[in-house]
């Protein structure tokens, strides 16, 4: 069964960061590239950023290139979201994404874990 | 900011038929595989059609997807009140940005 589990959310000041850990279980991990999109409290989704099988390319949305650094250790199935300058506007539940198809970075996203809320506010 | 259009809410009675657009620029829909995703409230979403009206495993024949051109379409058939949901469509961007993006959301309301 694949499952995706988020952590790491939490409350924080405006400019401070947080670390997210996204553990997956089910699938090939290292064969996957993965993805983090996140959702503010009543609005839509927002893919935030990408990174391919071995790691070696990564993707960012406007909105948090610079701040934000994705990474994986394919040796423990993990995949990170670091957050850095945060911002009020960071406020979201924040999800992790498997792609559907191994070759793919963003073609669907076929599975979801349940997200981990991450609250900026001072 | 999502470049992808959806329109705000749709609604029909039980047993009826709706039907979501998504329509966006040429680096997106025309030259990519749209995606649809169903998300019940507070829940995280679900794949429900995949490389333009491909149905996962156990999404039932009442969704359907099309795509023409720039704009894609998701129709649900025999509505029930179990589909009242937020839809999205997506695709990659093949722009210079390189990006995944999502639209803007669709409220499902069955009647």
């Known amino acids: 069964e694949v499952q995706l589990l988020e952590s790491g959310g939490g409350l924080v000041r405006p400019g401070g960061s947080l670390r997210l850990a996204c553990n997956v279980s089910g699938f090939p991990f290292s064969d996957y590239a993965m993805n983090w999109v996140r959702q503010a409290p009543g609005k839509g989704l927002e893919w935030l950023s990408g990174i391919t099988d071995t790691g070696e390319a990564t993707f960012y949305a406007d909105s948090v290139r610079g701040r934000f650094t994705i990474s994986r250790d394919n040796s423990k199935n993990i995949v990170y979201l670091q957050m850095n300058s945060l911002r009020g506007e960071d406020t979201a539940k924040y999800f992790c994404?498997?792609?559907?198809?191994?070759?793919?970075?963003?073609?669907?996203?076929?599975?979801w874990g349940q997200g981990t809320l991450v609250t900026v506010s001072s | 900011q999502s470049v992808l259009t959806q329109p705000p809410s749709v609604s029909a009675a039980p047993g009826q038929k709706v039907t979501i657009s998504c329509s966006g620029g040429d680096s997106y829909i025309s030259s990519n595989h749209v995606a649809w995703y169903q998300q019940f409230s507070g829940t995280s979403p679900r794949l429900v059609i995949y490389d333009d009206d491909v149905r996962p495993s156990g999404i039932p024949d009442r969704f359907s997807a099309s795509k023409s051109g720039a704009s894609a379409t998701l129709a649900i058939t025999g509505l029930q009140t179990g589909d009242e949901a937020d839809y999205y469509c997506?695709?990659?961007?093949?722009?210079?940005?390189?990006?995944?993006?999502f639209g803007t959301g669709t409220k499902v309301t069955v009647l």
């Open positions: 994404a498997k792609p559907g198809f191994s070759a793919s970075l963003g073609r669907n996203f076929d599975y």
């Open positions: 997506g695709a990659w961007d093949n722009s210079l940005r390189s990006r995944y993006v």
